[in-house]
């Protein structure tokens, strides 16, 4: 796994710096990146005060707040600068699950998505959940922190239950800053989505989803009587295959899917849904593009 | 409604292991996925149909029942009576001695007897039957007609023969009448214990066969050796069957006069003798006690010779070579006189003039003359003579069966009278000019053969073939069946030979039933269908000739009840039919496509579940 992500050729690489993943909103906070924005900032006029926090420009710390309340407090001025793009992925069990692995897509996009933002200058942050975050990253910004996101990709596992409600409702490092958030998944939980979303959504995040399903799950090739164990809970359903159940399993997918598309269209979410088997360079250069996601 | 095969019904016991699945839970293969949320949302539509769902089940279970039903109903064959009317139907009945076999019960005749009766029962509206016997000749029994009351009539009257059977003339004949009556659809329904090879080609034709693997011994032969004192009789007795032991039982005129236990090892006949029969028995009588599957054969039985002697005078001077080729025949009683000389007795069946013709001729008699002299009264002329060069056979000859095995290119004839050939002869031989040298001929009853030479002046005695002529002509003129003796088989038809002074012939049979006949010209005896001795009298004026002949079963063709038994495939299964009423059709296809559409409707039911 970790070996291809750093398996990325240069062409490859030098193809995604030219791209830039696009928000719908403004974003605010972090330190000055390349986004236009309506935020508050140094080059036009003073805005406001936000805490300090590890990464940030050491020359915006207004000492004067430091002195006042022995707090490191930094000014926000209306400016172009640098968002905060968070990469949830989905490292569940259920997501090693498929030939090509759904995982495998999930985390050579998280690297791909990571990339960009770093060649925009915006500050990463990755999370990998399942029913909880069991790993973060934290943010940092800099083509040179591209090394340390593979290694941390690399090291994931994918085990767990899913539950993007819980886990992403649990990631405290958004703190109400505008920013872009990334959702890798099959989103296939118990509990759904649908919290999560707008979870993200308060955070004032502008949202991008990308389901990620095996051609297994898209066009099941099963017979005879199975007992279909899921991965994950265990938890296991009795069903003769036939034409019929095949019939309505593929409605019952349908119908998952279309509704993921029609949340994210009433939530302004970006959204994808492809097969874990298309290459990556199409996924990335074809499908993303079409979907706006980057340009 | 009949079926052809009812076992086939059998294939309904599996509806049993069917059913046994649908009760059996089925065993699920486990099988790892990401999530079954999904398959979740399947499973709750799968139960929103649940009631559904469980008539689906029910109904799968029910088409494949119906299938299983379907399919036992196609392999039992069945076999439908509907029908249209207005079709013509011929019916054969074999009446050979093998119908008499018990080995379908009650008899073959009888299985025969009661389809027939049956099939005449469906006759429809408009069909109409014939029936042909196929006897050793085969004739129309009745029809065509349509009175089923009058049909059923004849049939009860059909009786098994105790002969064969010409089973390929019947059928002829059957498909001539059905030519003939110009309808079409016609069917030709064979009731036999055989089916005719090859009949498959024609489609008309259908066999009803009745044949078990009957069990059978047969008394083949029998036979007698006259000594000085006694006679010693042969009989063979043959086994068609199993290996068993016998016993056997000889009559003699009527009485029984020895009895032998004997073994018969399978397949085989063997030959038992009977010594020490007294001389002045007549009839002798061969049977096996015990009982088998055909009873007709177990009698086998001999008539003794009365030993008639043929009487012959010889008129001649001196001619050994003519002697001892006429003394040849044991039957013939040979006197011989000088030329002119009148015998004591005129009693005589032949008369053989060794040169020269008496101006008046015995009053009966068979004549054979060499150098006739001219005679009025036969309307022979005998002027000169002749040389003739080679001697040859008449290319138009009318009794082929005089020259038989006579090779007269070799003889040679120094001279020989010019003779005419008389009204109502024919020439045997002749030289190369085409003048007679041998003439035979029928006048009055009496037969005449009259050579145009004298043996003293030819090489003819002198030829290997001289006694072979002198035979031949002594049995067209007094046949050696003259003296009665002999066995015929039933059915056969016998030719009586009469004595040359018979002027009559009466023929009993063994039931009592007298026939009679013109001795002249010889009579053919047909009803010879009775198994037995028969009494033939010759009434020659104030003489009698006594003598019979023993009609016998054809064991060679009736006795081995298996030969065409072979179809038969399980034992038990005593009756086999090979063909369907000519009312009945088949349906098993119409099943069978019905089956096909029940299995279609399973398929779809089960992909679509609707």
Not at chain 1, 56 to 66: L, V
Not at chain 2, 491 to 511: E, M
């Amino acid at each position: 796994m970790g070996s291809q992500m750093k398996t990325f050729d240069p062409d490859f690489l030098s193809k995604l710096e030219r791209l830039a993943l696009q928000n719908i909103r403004p974003v605010r906070g972090g330190t000055g990146g390349s986004r236009r924005s309506r935020a508050r900032g140094q080059a036009i006029e003073f805005s406001d005060f936000r805490e300090y926090t590890p990464g940030d420009d050491y020359r915006r710390i207004d000492w004067n707040a430091y002195a006042r309340f022995e707090r490191l407090f930094i000014k926000l001025y209306m400016e172009e600068r640098e968002a905060n793009v968070t990469i949830f992925l989905d490292t569940s069990a259920s997501m090693n699950y498929g030939e090509p692995g759904k995982g495998i897509l999930a985390k050579k996009m998280a690297a791909v998505f990571a990339y960009i933002a770093l060649a925009n200058y915006d500050r990463v942050g990755i999370a990998a959940v399942t029913d909880t975050v069991i790993h973060q990253h934290p943010y940092f910004s800099g083509k040179a922190g591209y090394a340390r996101v593979l290694k941390f990709l690399d090291n994931l596992p994918f085990e767990g239950r899913t539950s993007l409600n819980k886990s992403i409702q649990s990631f405290e490092p958004l703190m109400s800053r505008k920013g872009i958030s990334i959702v890798l998944s099959d989103f296939l939980a118990e509990d759904g989505y649908m919290d999560a979303f707008h979870y993200l959504k308060y955070q004032q995040q502008d949202v991008a989803a990308l389901q990620i399903l095996s051609p297994e799950e898209l066009d099941p090739s099963m017979s005879g009587a199975l007992r279909l164990i899921d991965m994950e809970t265990n938890e296991h359903v009795e069903v003769e295959i036939t034409p019929r159940t095949l019939s309505l399993y593929k409605k019952a997918l349908n119908t998952h899917m279309e509704t993921l598309r029609q949340t994210c269209s009433n939530l302004e979410i970006a959204l994808l849904q492809v097969g874990s088997d298309i290459s990556l360079e199409q996924l990335v250069f074809e499908k993303l593009q079409q979907t706006g996601m980057i340009r | 409604m009949a079926f052809r095969n009812p076992w086939g019904w059998l294939a309904l016991l599996l509806i049993l292991p069917l059913i046994l699945l649908y009760i059996l839970k089925k065993q699920h293969e486990d099988m790892n996925i990401s999530s079954t949320l999904l398959w979740q949302q399947v499973f709750r539509d799968l139960q929103a149909t649940r009631p559904w769902q469980r008539l689906r089940t029910q109904l799968l279970l029910i088409l494949q029942v119906l299938a299983i039903i379907l399919f036992a109903f196609s392999l039992a064959r069945p076999i439908s009576f509907s029908g249209q009317g207005g079709i013509s139907y011929i019916a054969i009945v074999d009446t050979s001695a093998r119908m008499q076999a018990v080995d379908v019960r009650p008899s073959r005749m009888e299985a025969a007897r009661t389809a027939l009766l049956d099939l005449i029962r469906r006759m429809k509206t408009g069909d109409v039957l014939t029936i042909v016997l196929a006897d050793q000749q085969p004739f129309v029994l009745a029809g065509p007609s349509d009175d089923k009351a009058l049909l059923a009539g004849y049939v009860n009257e059909i009786q098994p023969s105790n002969g064969k059977t010409d089973l390929g003339s019947a059928v002829q004949l059957a498909q001539t009448l059905l030519q003939d009556q110009g309808r079409d659809g016609g069917q030709i329904h064979v009731f036999s214990d055989k089916a005719l090879s090859g009949a498959d080609s024609h489609e008309e034709l259908f066999f009803h066969v009745f044949a078990g693997n009957g069990e059978n011994a047969a008394v083949t032969h029998v036979g007698y050796n006259v000594s000085d004192r006694n006679i010693t009789a042969l009989s063979r007795v043959a086994n068609y069957g199993t290996g068993r032991n016998v016993t056997l039982e000889l009559k003699v005129d009527g009485s029984l006069h020895n009895v032998k236990e004997v073994s018969l090892p399978a397949d085989e006949e063997i030959s038992v003798y009977w010594p020490d029969i007294p001389a002045s028995a007549r009839e002798v009588v061969v049977s096996i006690s015990e009982e088998d599957d055909l009873l007709l054969d177990n009698t086998g039985m001999a008539a003794i010779s009365d030993e008639h002697k043929v009487k012959v005078l010889l008129t001649t001077e001196r001619n050994v070579f003519l002697e001892r080729a006429v003394s040849l025949r044991g039957d013939i009683e040979l006197l011989k006189a000088n030329p002119g000389e009148a015998p004591e007795s005129s009693d005589f069946h032949l008369y053989i003039y060794d040169g020269g013709l008496p101006a008046l001729l015995p009053e009966t008699g068979h004549i054979i003359a060499f150098s006739p002299s001219a005679h009025e009264d036969l309307g022979l002329t005998a002027e000169g003579e002749i040389q003739p060069s080679g001697v040859i056979i008449n290319p138009q000859i009318q009794y082929p069966s005089l020259m038989q095995y006579v090779e007269p290119e070799g003889y040679q004839i120094a001279n020989a009278v010019r003779v005419n050939v008389p009204e109502g002869f024919t020439v045997l031989l002749q030289d190369r000019a085409g003048s007679p040298l041998l003439i035979a001929g029928e006048r009055d009853g009496r037969r005449m053969a009259l050579f145009s030479f004298s043996l003293h002046d030819s090489n003819l005695p002198l030829k290997a073939d001289f006694p072979i002529l002198i035979q031949n002509l002594l049995n067209w003129l007094v046949p050696p069946g003259m003296t009665f003796t002999g066995q015929v088989f039933a059915g056969d038809p016998l030719p009586l030979s009469p004595f040359p002074d018979a002027t009559g012939i009466i023929v009993r049979s063994p039931g009592g039933r007298e026939y009679s006949f013109d001795a002249y010209p010889p009579p053919v005896f047909h009803d010879t269908r009775e198994i037995g001795f028969y009494e033939v009298v010759q009434e020659a004026g104030e003489r009698t000739y006594s003598g019979g002949f023993a009609v016998l079963v054809p064991t060679d063709e009736v006795s081995d009840l298996r030969t065409d038994s072979q179809p038969l495939e399980e034992e038990g299964d005593r009756v086999m039919q090979t063909a369907a009423y000519p009312f009945q059709r088949e349906i098993w296809m119409l099943a069978g496509w019905a089956l096909l559409l029940l299995l279609l409707t399973e398929w779809w039911v089960y992909h679509h579940g609707i």
